[in-house]
Antibody
Framework: QVQLVESGGGVVQPGKSLRLSCAASGFIFSSHGMHWVRQAPGKGLECLAFISSDGTIKYYADSVKGRLTISRENSRKRLYLQVNSLRGDDTAVYYC?????????WGQGTTVTVSS | DIQLTQSPSSLSASVGDRVTITCRASQGIRNGLGWYQQKPGKAPQGLIYAASYLQSGVPSRFSGSGSGTEFTLTISSLQPEDFATYYCLQHNNYPWTFGQGTKVDIK
């Protein structure tokens, strides 16, 4: 079935970097734009980044521009999010989501906790 | 970035009630708006895309309307499984943006 599975979260010290991964299955990954969305504890949803199906077009939310890099490997059906200079307000559940008719498929999320 | 404002921020309702949530955009987004339901500890699930189209498998008691800057999500007869938080998402301009959410709880 259509599925997205995130990995790579954990407890990270402030100032460090982290790379999150999202493994796709059950659909033609290379045909879809993909997104990263996060949710801080007790807060709402925040779209972070978008990458087009072929990886040539990328957009970032202003709040994270310069610290995040979205990328993908279509041959491996993988989406990535590199987060640099982590700080406390990056603590959140990070979701990958398939773009199409809005965000029509979501992963279960991976939790990132920034703490010393 | 386009700002979305949902109202109300929360509401209390009973099973069987008709519930309406509004989402206003800071600029026109044509029909590029979706609605999502999220239950505690779970990933969001899509309900509506392009303002009024139901995602596959979504019950017909959910409906969406609007265009431009004002949109609504209506639940025609609230069911026990509908108590959750609802978010609007504009998918017309990158970066896509969410509203702040509306929590629907039991009266």
């Amino acid at each position: 079935q259509v599925q997205l599975v995130e990995s790579g979260g954990g407890v990270v010290q402030p100032g460090k970097s982290l790379r999150l991964s999202c493994a796709a299955s059950g659909f033609i990954f290379s045909s879809h734009g993909m997104h990263w969305v996060r949710q801080a504890p007790g807060k709402g949803l925040e779209c972070l980044a978008f990458i087009s199906s072929d990886g040539t077009i990328k957009y970032y939310a202003d709040s994270v521009k310069g610290r995040l890099t979205i990328s993908r490997e279509n041959s491996r059906k993988r989406l990535y999010l590199q987060v640099n200079s982590l700080r406390g307000d990056d603590t959140a559940v990070y979701y990958c989501a398939r773009g199409g008719y809005g965000l029509d498929v979501w992963g279960q999320g991976t939790t990132v906790t920034v703490s010393s | 970035d386009i700002q979305l404002t949902q109202s109300p921020s929360s509401l209390s309702a009973s099973v069987g009630d008709r519930v309406t949530i509004t989402c206003r955009a800071s600029q026109g987004i044509r029909n590029g708006l979706g609605w999502y339901q999220q239950k505690p500890g779970k990933a969001p699930q899509g309900l509506i895309y392009a303002a009024s189209y139901l995602q596959s498998g979504v019950p017909s008691r959910f409906s969406g309307s609007g265009s431009g800057t004002e949109f609504t999500l209506t639940i025609s007869s609230l069911q026990p499984e509908d108590f959750a938080t609802y978010y609007c998402l504009q998918h017309n301009n990158y970066p896509w943006t969410f509203g702040q959410g509306t929590k629907v709880d039991i009266k």
